[in-house]
């Protein structure tokens, strides 16, 4: 996993509890997958701009310590699986001493305007062979 | 105004001071216009189907009382003002017990999908004219 | 499962892709679990005056349809695994017609107002226990 | 107004619309009063820690041109009235070019862990009066 963002929590954030709702980490994971793919030089922004997205298809997160407000917290991203059209990315938050708060993943299929189903394209799949936490893919054939 | 909808707060409106979110209201507002519209006969819905969106413009909220956890909200909504291309609609948010929490109005414009504005829509203009708080308009010349 | 409540689904609840954005749906399954323990009889607020929260452990969630604006959605939930002090909650969320849209799960561990972990109260097991979708528990010992 | 922070737009804050949807831009807001009372030397946190909150009475905003998925926004803030009890902030929200998207306010008073008003405490009180948007008070009698 490698650092891609810091993220300041906000009241808005957090619920009365005092820590952040569970339901919002899921807004942290989507600037850890942003921020990834900006890295790896296909930001998001020049896919959608084509019509295509990336849907999720599942998603799971535990929730190892709590995180609260002023936390000023670390995201860490890595593409841990790609299967067919199908990209599963790992998540960890964790405070800024290093402490695990959360660890998730996403799975994502491309799809278009309409919602269904693409392939994906050749320079993205690229970018995830090129991403050191993925095996190398067998070319689309 | 009139009562258009119920809302049961969750722990994901509220926050550290375990009351809701001042920003929050703003879904509370959404959901009295959306229910406002749906009653006089003109569910949102059918006017995005044509491509018409209600774009917001200006909005503002007067905090009285703080709303906690598990509140049964009520959500109370009218047609303010409608001033040529604009629309003014005035929303308060009651306890159970009609204890006044808070006051806001949002106003909009119908925009495209391209964002731009569009003249309203005749029928819906003659919705906003049928509504009880509004003075008759002048027909659209 | 069991209808525990509906959801008219709000702009505020979409994203560019014009459907629910995936963290929402843990917006609905808080809204399951709250409905789903307040027709057991065992309101959460009430506990919630006593100090004690249901601390979220783990949650998953797949994504099997979108949802979209104005869609009146329909809240299925069941307690699906109560093992020591851990509570798993499961959901489903469906389109009017019956469709299946999301299918999640949440796990929970009683917590004081210290977020540290607490006895789940004896009522409230035997309010578990008394819910079909669980085999009954020995009493605490 | 100065420059107190800059936020990536992500899925989560847009709408169907594909803008940022109205009521999240008071998330935005919050960032900006956090970040300009951190580089008065007065981080929200500490206050916190002492039971001393600023709740909310009134919001303003108008919205002059959307923001869109991954704009790079920056939010400026300033304190621009104290009277009494309250204190009033103002916010423009910018694209990256310097454009003004919105401009709005919120007006607060501080208040104690039991949501009741207090008084302004005096080192806050000189941090808003070292602020250069705002007139001298009086100290405090």
Not at 31 to 60: C, D, K, N, Q, S
Not at 76 to 85: K, L
Not at 106 to 129: C, M, N, S, Y
């Amino acid at each position: 996993m490698i650092e891609v963002a810091r993220y300041r929590v906000i009241f808005g954030d957090c619920d009365p509890m005092r820590i952040v709702y569970y339901g919002n980490y899921f807004r942290l994971f989507e600037i850890g997958r942003a921020e990834l793919f900006r890295r790896l030089g296909h930001p998001f922004a020049t896919y959608i701009a084509r019509g295509l997205y990336l849907g999720v298809i599942a998603t799971t997160c535990r929730y190892h310590r709590p995180s609260r407000y002023d936390d000023d917290l670390v995201i860490y991203a890595a593409v841990t699986e790609t299967r067919g059209a199908r990209v599963t990315i790992g998540y960890e938050i964790r405070g800024p001493d290093g402490e695990l708060r959360v660890a998730g993943s996403t799975t994502h299929a491309v799809i278009g305007e309409d919602g269904k189903p693409r392939r994906i394209p050749e320079e993205f799949r690229a970018a995830l062979r090129g991403c050191g936490e993925t095996p190398p893919l067998p070319p689309a054939s």
